[in-house]
Nanobody, 118 residues
Framework: QVQLVESGGGLVQAGESLRLSCAASGNIFSPNAMGWYRQAPGKQRELVATSSSGGGTNYADSVKGRFTISRDNAKNTVALQMNSLNPDDTAVYYC????????????WGQGTQVTVSS
């Protein structure tokens, strides 16, 4: 079983920055992907950014150039540096881990609120 603990959310003004962190514990083997999703009120959960154990990254178009995902494989942590935040980034952000073994295993964090005021 894998557990994810997120931290770093909060309330900021437009243009400011926040850094989210997620620590994963448990049996995490490769290949895997660690990433962030978000869900705004009344909207579906959407991908923000992912990072694979092979080194690849993927970003939503809406955050490219503003957000950066990074991971520490030795510590099983993943972070999301969010710059130039705007009110459209307001959402609950969820850490996600996908492990590909004999089958796909997927885990979610509890979510952390990010609120950007204009």
């Amino acid at each position: 079983q894998v557990q994810l603990v997120e931290s770093g959310g909060g309330l900021v003004q437009a243009g400011e920055s926040l850094r989210l962190s997620c620590a994963a514990s448990g049996n995490i083997f490769s290949p895997n992907a660690m990433g962030w999703y978000r869900q705004a009120p009344g909207k579906q959960r959407e991908l923000v950014a992912t990072s694979s154990s092979g080194g690849g990254t993927n970003y939503a178009d809406s955050v490219k150039g503003r957000f950066t995902i990074s991971r520490d494989n030795a510590k099983n942590t993943v972070a999301l540096q969010m710059n130039s935040l705007n009110p459209d980034d307001t959402a609950v952000y969820y850490c996600n881990v996908v492990i590909v073994g004999l089958r796909k295993y997927e885990y979610w964090g509890q979510g952390t609120q990010v609120t950007v005021s204009s």
